[in-house]
């Protein structure tokens, strides 16, 4: 990327009136064309805007950029799984995951560098936090890929906690989902969150896109000891929220609890019972993910069984269940084991 150039991906339309206004001749349509140019039709080249006055096309070059650096790495796992290594100004490293699982291509956009909240399980959590993606570099993950065109579903569920980094990521699925931008469905999009308060109730009255409660243990005490974030946000203040709101979610606009497997520690018949009571109460389907192990900490995976009769225990109780498949484990491409080797644990 040029440095003396300025980054206009992520500019929503209001933005990019307030900035190309007082650029000479540039009208209203004309701006109401690069919008599109760029979230429609996904060009990053302005050359390339052909029904651009060609002035106005070597003017945008002059001063403006669309695109960043390329991805530095890029892996592949024997089941199809990609994964992506971008690095963002200030040495913000951060990857990208693609799953191909049946027709579906999902893209796992991360939103932060690293992440502050130190989920025990999680090697993200271990990486430290190393600054918040613009929504620029957010977008920049879907475009600077091969399955540009090709993907069907986007989760926010890669580095970080969206709703930490809640404007960028509020921007970002506002491009998306606008029919003169990228002109996605609400339905293919899935916001992953360990629950924070304020930006939960915007995401769900703002937005219609799926939501996945990272929730991991029914148990105050015990989620205490995975998630530290716990402490700021107790389950009860989630539980409240989603209860309050869950009207807002149907068949078309799922709410998810995301409950990973950890052997010994929370999948006994009382975690069972507790889980399934709240989800009931929040009307919220289940999805166990199985463990993932990484090298930063000791959590094992339980058994094929153990998980069977966990999901069992929940679907007793009238609980709509799945477990996850574990995709691009030898890549460390899957979930929660996004962590960049760049940087190393302090
Ligand atoms: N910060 C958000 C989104 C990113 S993490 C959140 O926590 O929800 C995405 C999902 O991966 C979360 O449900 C998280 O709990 C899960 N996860 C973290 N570490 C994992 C591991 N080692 N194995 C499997 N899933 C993990
Ligand atoms: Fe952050 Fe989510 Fe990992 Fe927790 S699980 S440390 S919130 S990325």
């Known amino acids: ?69 390329p991805p530095e790495q890029v892996s592949l796992a024997q089941d199809g799984t990609k994964k992506y290594l971008f690095k963002f100004d200030n040495d913000k490293y951060v990857e990208t995951t693609v799953i191909k699982e049946d027709k579906r291509t999902t893209v796992c956009l991360s939103s932060q560098s690293g992440c502050k909240y130190g989920c025990k399980f ?11 993606l613009s929504t620029g570099e957010i977008l920049w993950q879907l475009l600077a890929i091969d399955e540009i065109d090709k993907f069907t579903n986007i989760v926010f569920m890669g580095m970080g906690e969206p709703l930490d980094n809640a404007e960028s990521v509020f921007k970002v699925i506002k491009l998306l989902i606008d029919p003169n931008g990228w002109g996605l469905s609400n339905q293919r999009l899935t916001l992953s969150t360990i ?29 205490h000891q995975l998630m530290p974030v716990q402490n700021i946000y107790p389950l009860q203040t989630i539980i409240d929220i989603l209860y309050e709101y869950k009207y807002y979610f149907s068949p078309h606009r799922k709410l998810t609890i995301e409950y990973l497997m950890l052997k010994d520690i929370n999948i006994s018949k009382a975690h069972a019972d507790a889980l399934a009571k709240i989800a009931n109460l929040i009307n919220a389907r289940v999805n166990l993910i199985p463990y993932n192990p990484h090298l930063h900490n000791e959590f094992l995976t339980p058994n094929y069984n153990e998980m069977i009769n966990f999901q069992e225990k929940l679907k007793n109780k ?23 080797n760049k940087k190393k644990i302090h």
């Open 318 to 340: 009238g609980v709509i269940t799945t477990i996850r498949k574990s995709k691009g484990n030898e890549i460390l491409a899957a979930c929660g084991n996004l962590y960049t």
């Open 1 to 69: 990327m040029n440095k003396t150039k300025k980054l206009i991906l992520g500019y929503d339309y209001d933005d990019l009136v307030n900035e190309l206004k007082y650029l000479p001749d540039t009208r209203h349509y004309n701006i109401k064309q690069i919008y599109q140019w760029i979230y429609k039709k996904h060009v990053n080249d302005f050359k390339l805007m052909t029904d651009l006055p060609n002035e106005l096309r070597t003017k945008l070059n002059d001063k403006y950029t669309l695109t960043l650096a």
């Open 195 to 223: 629950g924070i308060p304020d930006m939960l109730i915007h995401c769900i009255e703002k937005t219609k896109i799926n939501i996945a409660w990272s929730l991991h243990s029914p148990f105050d005490d015990e989620r």
């Open 122 to 132: 999680c090697a993200t959590g271990k990486m430290g936090f190393h600054g918040d």
